[in-house]
């Protein structure tokens, strides 16, 4: 199965932990997946999440400029 690049995100946390490797995020709710074993992620799929970066970051920092928080703050 060729997995949607829509529904694939890139992500520098994960429980509580941070890495600059990150993970790969697969957002599996509403694909059906019955049947299906293997998921294939391309490498270069990969690279140009990891370009792109943290969106759940980026987010956050918005929704704080917004609000008038501090930008730098995690």
Same mark, same amino acid.
């Given at each position: #199965? &060729?997995?949607?690049?829509?529904? #694939?995100?890139?992500?520098?946390?994960? *429980?509580?932990?941070?890495?600059?490797?990150?993970?790969?995020? @697969?957002?599996?709710?509403?694909?059906? @997946? %019955?049947?299906?074993?293997?998921?294939? &992620?391309?490498? %270069? %799929?990969? %690279?140009? @999440?990891?370009?792109?970066?943290?969106?759940?970051?980026?987010?956050?920092? *918005? =929704?704080? =400029? &917004? &609000?008038?928080?501090? #930008?730098?703050?995690?």
């Amino acid at each position: #199965m &060729l997995f949607p690049k829509s529904r #694939m995100r890139f992500t520098t946390t994960y *429980q509580g932990k941070s890495s600059p490797e990150g993970w790969i995020v @697969l957002e599996l709710t509403g694909v059906d @997946l %019955e049947g299906a074993n293997k998921i294939y &992620l391309p490498m %270069e %799929e990969i %690279e140009k @999440l990891k370009q792109r970066g943290d969106t759940a970051a980026d987010k956050l920092k *918005q =929704a704080r =400029a &917004l &609000l008038g928080g501090d #930008m730098d703050a995690e």
